[in-house]
């Protein structure tokens, strides 16, 4: 009976349930991340996520043990990229709005993945839903205090690199959970010097690291190496509307969190954006065709 309920825990199902572990992994580890700003800044806090991610997936999973072929690297590399260029843009945001707005925002990544999988009058509906909850998100003075648009434009920016690490997952999913591992050796090999170069050589001195290297491993683990892990499977797993609909929790999650953890609190117009946004995931990756 035991053995009969694993079996059917398994495919769709699992997957289901590695990205429900992920969403929530990630938006603690993002909410935790905002705590490290004040000491290193949003590049220096990317570049620690992903390289203390990259040391917790190489020692776990011990890649070199399954080099990806020549044609997988092409994905890998880019894969690695867009994972690199997608938190970059998304610690700009939240460093500048609410978690919950942010993720709103960025949220609109995967859900033009999911239209362009489908073609159905309920995308269009979709699209509308998606436009007015921005629409409602952009500051409009007089209305309530206005939000950082510099912020807002970052959080879109993520939205691209977000739809970026969707299709590379997936091409390069068929390696299994250690090509998670070499994607983010390549976004490490990008975030560094990227922060090297933005905020100088000096913040990697050993006084300035060693004091914030606990959290750092804490914000790399909940926010990369754990969810990233589970997610390059899962995405074998589950066709890309599933993901989307299952993705449609990010925005509220991180709301949640960002309240839990940061104080953040959204007026009645933000929520009533973020809502929209998730009606329209919901409504566009429930009817999408199945991959």
């Known amino acids: 009976m035991i053995s009969s309920a694993f079996s059917r825990f398994s495919g769709p199902y699992l997957g289901v349930f590695m990205l429900l572990i992920s969403i929530t992994s990630t938006q603690m580890g993002s909410a935790s991340a905002k705590f490290l700003f004040a000491e290193v ?3 220096m806090t990317v570049a620690l ?3 203390c991610a990259t040391l917790l997936l190489f020692a776990a999973l011990r890649p070199w043990r399954r080099l990806p072929d020549r044609r997988e690297w092409k994905s890998v590399i880019v894969y690695g990229v867009a994972i690199a260029f997608m938190n970059g843009c998304f610690y700009q945001a939240i460093a500048r709005v609410p978690l919950g707005i942010a993720v709103a925002v960025e949220f609109s990544g995967p859900l033009m993945v999911a239209v362009c999988s489908s073609r159905r009058w309920t995308d269009f509906a979709g699209i509308a839903l998606a436009v007015t909850g921005l629409l409602l998100i952009l500051p409009w003075s007089g209305v309530e205090a206005d939000l950082d648009m510099t912020g807002l434009a970052f959080a879109l920016a993520a939205a691209v690199g977000w739809a970026g690490y ?13 090509v998670a591992a070499w994607g983010m050796l390549a976004g490490t090999v990008v975030a560094v010097p990227w922060a090297a170069m933005v905020q100088g050589v000096d913040m990697f001195r050993l006084e300035v690291l060693m004091p914030v290297m606990p959290l750092a491993f804490l914000v790399g683990f909940l926010a990369s190496a754990l969810p990233y892990g589970l997610e390059i499977v899962a995405l074998r797993l589950v066709p890309p509307q599933a993901y989307g609909v299952l993705m449609s929790l990010e925005p509220a999650a991180a709301a949640l969190f960002g309240f839990l953890l940061l104080g953040e609190v959204l007026s009645l117009r933000q929520w009533c954006a973020l809502m929209l946004i998730i009606a329209a995931s919901l409504l566009v990756t429930r009817n999408a065709k199945k991959a």
């Open 41 to 43: 800044g949003p590049e």
């Open 49 to 51: 996520r992903l390289a």
């Open 166 to 178: 969707i299709v590379f997952g997936r091409r390069a999913g068929g390696g299994g959970v250690t």
